[in-house]
């Protein structure tokens, strides 16, 4: 409160009218501290106005699970709790770190959560974990740059089951693979090509 009434009358000071101060200054709403605008973060996502800012300060920004949104929801892999007569959203971030909200079948989604893509959050929601980099950065890492197939290095992501096979990107059904390994599978079966590679490593070179 005395933060307020100093701010007021440094206003009234410089000139400025206290309808101004209030645009320029404004309280967070967890340490009740009254600060310039750009002591709090902007509000983010692709079709944000870069002038409205979130409730509480950037010194705050690290309580306000505790303070304003609770604590963060933990997840369930329950698959029986999805709704399978309605159609999933889902929601999650782009390779830009952009939000994004979607909606997918029931079978993709539950396919997602058991896949571990994806945690649900109710029996409509669930959120993706990954996106196309974050996901190709956890399996690299996962099977520490080695190509499941030839046990050389590798860094790129095979889909076991090709997405024209109705694969996903999901932990499960990605390996590292080495680009040789990679264009060679294309659109073979799993199995088939693992005989394919089976024969020529067995072959003295
Ligand atoms: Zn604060
Ligand atoms: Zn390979």
Request: glycine fraction near 6%; include cysteine.
């Amino acid at each position: 409160m005395m933060a307020a009434i100093v701010i007021m009358l440094e206003a009234i000071k410089v000139g400025v009218s206290i309808g101004d101060a209030c645009r320029l200054y404004k309280k967070c709403k967890i340490c009740d501290d009254y600060k310039y605008l750009k002591n709090f973060p902007t509000r983010g996502g692709r079709m944000s106005n870069r002038t409205k800012r979130k409730s509480y300060c950037w010194d705050c920004k690290d309580r306000k699970y505790e303070k304003i949104l609770g604590p963060k929801q933990e997840y369930s892999f329950d698959t029986s709790v999805l709704d399978a007569s309605k159609e999933i959203t889902i929601r999650g971030r782009d390779s830009s770190n952009y939000k994004f909200e979607n909606t997918v079948s029931y079978d993709k989604a539950k396919k997602l959560v058991e896949e571990g893509a994806a945690g649900i959050f109710h029996s409509t929601l669930i959120h993706h974990f990954f996106n196309r980099k974050t996901l190709k950065a956890f399996i690299l890492e996962r099977d520490g740059y080695t190509c499941h197939y030839c046990g050389f290095y590798g860094d790129t992501i095979d889909h076991m089951i090709s997405k024209s096979k109705g694969g996903l990107s999901t932990p499960r059904n990605c390996v590292c693979s080495c680009e040789e390994c990679n264009s060679e599978k294309a659109d073979k079966r799993y199995k088939e090509y693992l005989e394919i590679i089976k024969l020529r490593l067995q072959q003295p070179s």
